[in-house]
């Protein structure tokens, strides 16, 4: 390792000398250019070689350095599809490059690579040719071990990772096959051969009990654990708050705050406070106290190295992957009920009609004086004679100002336009061994909503703060929606006889007051979905350009550094305006952080650039978080519909694509998927703006909120899906029933039923066409069916006018029964994916 102390250029400083280069550059000459000195070579020869690996520098045969952008080259990294081919997610943030199930077979999902682009798809879209593998991203994957005719495989759970790993029976260990194990890649793949791996760890069973959780953190490269070094540096914190610790802190301890918090939390990050306030009539004094984690955790420290790589808690059934090591998560910067916490603290004064009229941030100590549930809070507010608000005392006081601020923010909050979206969470309970027993709907009451304005206006001022002082910071930046889904999201609602106002460019108002147009509707929750998917992904940005769905300028997340990297850089941040110093962050690349001079500056450019990094890390790991978490409710869900295959379940579509309709179970909360191929013996069409599929024949239309009857057809625990097969109400059996002496011979007829006749089945049709609210066939009367294999002399003697009539019947029955949709007939599937090679 090189001293420290030595300064080297940044890369964007060797990019520009670079870019202004009329040629390639050998090492030599762009360190003379730069103007370096003998000890700063090593270390620029560490950083060229990280360059080279992120495909920004490209050296040609005799060594001499490019720009890999001057080569018509593309960087980026590798994304991986289900279906074989995958996409180039560029660097520069171009358009997304399409891999063909060829060019996959050299990488894996995830892998670094040059690409050149070659020509354009059938959908125009660009297509490309991996010119060079910058960096195997892969290295060890989980997945379950096969054998297959003698040769061991294992088969990876990811599925965008469509090769299989060889591995030979010596580096199985103790491995038998159908255990899920991880593998360690050995040799990559190339186009011409397979990776090859060995089992270096054991898993077990796919059944056993948090299977599905030890496979998820493995699948989405989530950290799971600590490394002795960061938990011996944890362990090293003294287990209470000490009196040198106090220095320079506001003594809050006679301050009865409290925290509130669901009933299976386990850290507690946040604490309040309100009372009228003195200064302003009608107002209220608001106290928001955050656990200091930044006074325990050093920029640098192994803590803090590891908790930048996790970015972000995990939150599964029963079991938490933390960020920070359980020392401090649960102890000492968990804002525990009656024990000394340090905190940095948002005091604000806010008035009559919400604004916040002044604030200030400052370092305290607190000792929390009762830690309450939302359920114990809305229990006593709603009813405080009851004898657990009684019990409370002077806190119930204390929530109950909470309270009316809570109604002055919430009003303030709906004239400024803000949307309000009111779903219906779901909680799944468990049983013993971890799978699931039930799954409940849980709503939010009003002690949820408090304490989230209360947050709210922590991060509007912690936003605030930083943007006046123009110290560098993360700002949670929500935009509204791109051209094409606003366009998208205007037809649709078009056609459910709804209206977005605002134009081209709608505010946040608008889409809060198609929301209270929403509300009260039977297909409410099914709508506000489709409203929040027209609008972009929330993420972390150096870029402040405001929270479009909270309809604030600016907003930043200050309230949870125990569970989210971001926040606790942001309180650096504060912590150092306070301090009247300023708070750069370490760069993200692990490789570089050996080239950082803790004492000399940094340019400003370098500056950006590490705010940059940060802001795309933690988006990354935020949705890595959400992945592993999805994934591993999807594989509860599909456990706990392994056994309900062939139940039939009423409920709603809640997705339309062009290979079938996803629909959830009103009752369960599962989503599944009507395949394409259920749905009937034709072509069916789909539209995107308006969320349907139409039947080219039959013209009948499934789209977005649609109820349906479905029944559990299968369930594919490796692809986590849960298919269903359409379910009519319209039944056609009878139209098939054997006649009334067979029936009655095979014992199978009621003596109660009576045969039917031809004429009575078509009038039943008719009736059970109706009752579904189709239109019935016009149906001829009924008539005998000349036989197979009747003479000519016969069939010529036929009248032509019953030949026709009853001819005309048949398919007028066919065509109800298709559109009935009782069952796919015969063809249906081969039709069908005919189809879908149409629509894709």
Request: charge should be negative; aromatic fraction near 10%.
């Given at each position: 390792m090189h001293n420290k102390e030595i300064k080297i250029p940044s890369r964007e400083d060797i990019l520009a000398v670079l870019r202004q280069s009329q040629g390639p550059l050998s090492q030599e000459q762009l360190?003379?250019?730069?103007?370096?000195?003998?000890?700063?070579?090593?270390?620029?020869?560490?950083?060229?070689?990280?360059?080279?690996?992120?495909?920004?520098?490209?050296?040609?045969?005799?060594?001499?350095?490019?720009?890999?952008?001057?080569?018509?080259?593309?960087?980026?990294?590798?994304?991986?599809?289900?279906?074989?081919?995958?996409?180039?997610?560029?660097?520069?943030?171009?358009?997304?490059?399409?891999?063909?199930?060829?060019e996959m077979q050299k990488v894996l999902h995830g892998d670094r690579v040059l690409v050149r682009v070659t020509g354009n798809d059938h959908r125009g879209k660009p297509e490309g040719t991996i010119v060079e593998v910058t960096e195997r991203k892969t290295n060890r994957l989980v997945g379950r071990l096969v054998s297959e005719r003698g040769i061991l495989l294992v088969v990876p759970e990811n599925q965008r990772i469509k090769h299989d790993i060889l591995v030979s029976h010596k580096d199985v260990g103790k491995a038998i096959p159908g255990q899920v194990v991880t593998v360690e890649i050995v040799e990559q793949p190339s186009r011409h051969t397979q990776p090859i791996g060995?089992?270096?760890e054991v898993l077990g069973e796919l059944d056993d009990p948090g299977m599905e959780i030890e496979i998820a953190v493995r699948k989405f490269d989530v950290p799971y654990e600590f490394s002795q070094e960061v938990i011996e540096q944890a362990e090293a914190l003294p287990d209470e708050v000490t009196y040198k610790d106090l220095k320079g802190r506001v003594d809050l301890r006679d301050v009865p705050f409290v925290t509130i918090d669901g009933e299976d939390a386990r850290d507690f990050?946040?604490?309040?406070?309100?009372?009228?306030?003195?200064?302003?009539?009608?107002?209220?004094?608001?106290?928001?106290?955050?656990?200091?984690?930044?006074?325990?955790?050093?920029?640098?420290?192994?803590v803090d190295l590891s908790a930048i790589e996790r970015g972000t808690s995990v939150y599964f059934p029963r079991r938490v992957i933390p960020m920070l090591p359980e020392k401090l998560s649960n102890g000492l910067c968990s804002l525990n009920p009656h024990v000394d916490r340090l905190v940095l603290v948002c005091d604000m004064v806010i008035g009559p009609k919400g604004a916040v009229?002044?604030?200030?941030?400052?370092?305290?100590?607190?000792?929390?004086?009762a830690r309450l549930t939302y359920t114990r809070v809305w229990d006593a507010l709603s009813d405080p004679e009851c004898l657990d608000a009684r019990a409370m005392g002077q806190t119930l006081v204390d929530l109950q100002n909470l309270y009316s601020l809570y109604k002055i923010l919430f009003e303030a909050r709906q004239k400024r336009g803000a949307m309000e979206i009111d779903t219906v969470e779901t909680q799944v309970l468990l049983d013993a061994d971890g799978k699931i027993d039930k799954i409940v709907p849980r709503r939010r009451n009003d002690a949820h909503r408090l304490i989230e304005e209360c947050m709210l206006a922590a991060n509007t001022c912690a936003a605030d703060f930083l943007e006046r002082s123009k110290h560098p910071a993360l700002y949670r930046v929500h935009e509204g929606p791109t051209v094409e889904k606003l366009q998208n999201l205007r037809a649709f609602l078009k056609?459910?006889?709804?209206?977005?106002?605002?134009?081209?460019?709608?505010?946040?108002?608008?889409?809060a007051e198609l929301l209270k147009k929403v509300q009260g509707r039977p297909d409410q929750d099914l709508l506000q979905s489709m409203i929040l998917r027209s609008m972009q992904q929330a993420i972390y940005t150096p870029h402040n350009s405001g929270h479009f769905g909270l309809s604030y300028d600016a907003y930043a997340h200050f309230t949870s550094p125990i569970r989210r990297y971001p926040d606790?850089?942001?309180?650096?941040?504060?912590?150092?305006?306070?301090?009247?110093?300023?708070?750069?962050?370490?760069?993200?690349?692990?490789?570089?952080?050996?080239?950082i001079n803790p004492a000399g500056k940094?340019?400003?450019?370098?500056?950006?650039?590490?705010?940059?990094?940060?802001?795309?890390?933690?988006?990354?790991?935020?949705?890595?978080?959400?992945?592993?978490?999805?994934?591993?409710?999807?594989?509860?869900?599909?456990?706990?519909?392994?056994?309900?295959?062939?139940?039939?379940?009423?409920?709603?579509?809640?997705?339309?694509?062009?290979?079938?309709?996803?629909?959830?179970?009103?009752?369960?909360f599962v989503e599944g998927l009507v395949h394409v191929s259920e749905l009937g013996n034709e072509y069916f069409q789909y539209n995107e703006s308006l969320h349907e599929l139409r039947g080219e024949r039959s013209g009948i239309r499934y789209r977005l909120t649609d109820a349906l009857n479905v029944q559990i057809s299968r369930v594919d625990l490796d692809a986590r899906r849960i298919e269903f097969r359409l379910v009519q109400g319209v039944k056609f059996d009878s139209l098939f029933k054997e006649p009334a002496g067979k029936a009655a011979s095979g014992g199978g007829q009621s003596p109660k039923r009576k045969p039917r006749t031809g004429r009575n089945n078509a009038a039943q049709m008719e009736g059970d066409v109706k009752a579904a609210g189709l239109e019935p066939p016009v149906t001829p009367p009924a008539s005998k069916t000349a036989k197979r294999g009747v003479n000519k002399k016969k069939a010529a003697t036929a009248s032509r006018a019953k030949i026709a009539a009853e001819k005309k019947r048949k398919e007028e029955l066919a065509k109800a029964k298709r559109v009935a949709q009782v069952k796919p007939a015969a063809g249906a599937k081969m039709r069908s994916s005919t189809t879908r090679k149409r629509s894709s």
């Open positions: 360190f003379e250019q730069l103007k370096l000195s003998e000890n700063q070579i090593p270390a620029i020869e560490k950083r060229l070689s990280a360059m080279e690996r992120d495909g920004q520098l490209m050296p040609n045969r005799k060594g001499m350095l490019l720009l890999a952008t001057k080569l018509d080259f593309v960087a980026g990294r590798v994304a991986g599809h289900r279906d074989g081919f995958g996409f180039l997610i560029r660097d520069d943030r171009g358009p997304d490059i399409f891999l063909s199930p060829r060995k089992v270096v990050d946040d604490a309040v406070y309100c009372e009228p306030a003195s200064s302003v009539r009608g107002g209220f004094r608001l106290l928001v106290a955050i656990a200091d984690v930044s006074h325990y955790v050093a920029p640098g420290s192994a009229k002044a604030y200030q941030f400052y370092n305290a100590v607190i000792h929390s004086s056609s459910v006889s709804l209206t977005l106002d605002g134009g081209d460019e709608p505010e946040s108002k608008h889409y606790l850089m942001v309180h650096r941040s504060i912590k150092a305006l306070l301090a009247g110093k300023r708070y750069v962050p370490l760069p993200m690349d692990e490789r570089e952080l050996e080239e940094i340019s400003q450019a370098e500056e950006t650039a590490r705010w940059d990094q940060a802001g795309a890390w933690f988006s990354s790991t935020e949705r890595r978080a959400d992945e592993a978490s999805r994934d591993v409710m999807s594989w509860l869900k599909c456990f706990f519909m392994k056994e309900k295959v062939g139940d039939t379940f009423p409920g709603h579509v809640s997705g339309v694509t062009s290979f079938g309709l996803f629909v959830t179970l009103d009752a369960l």
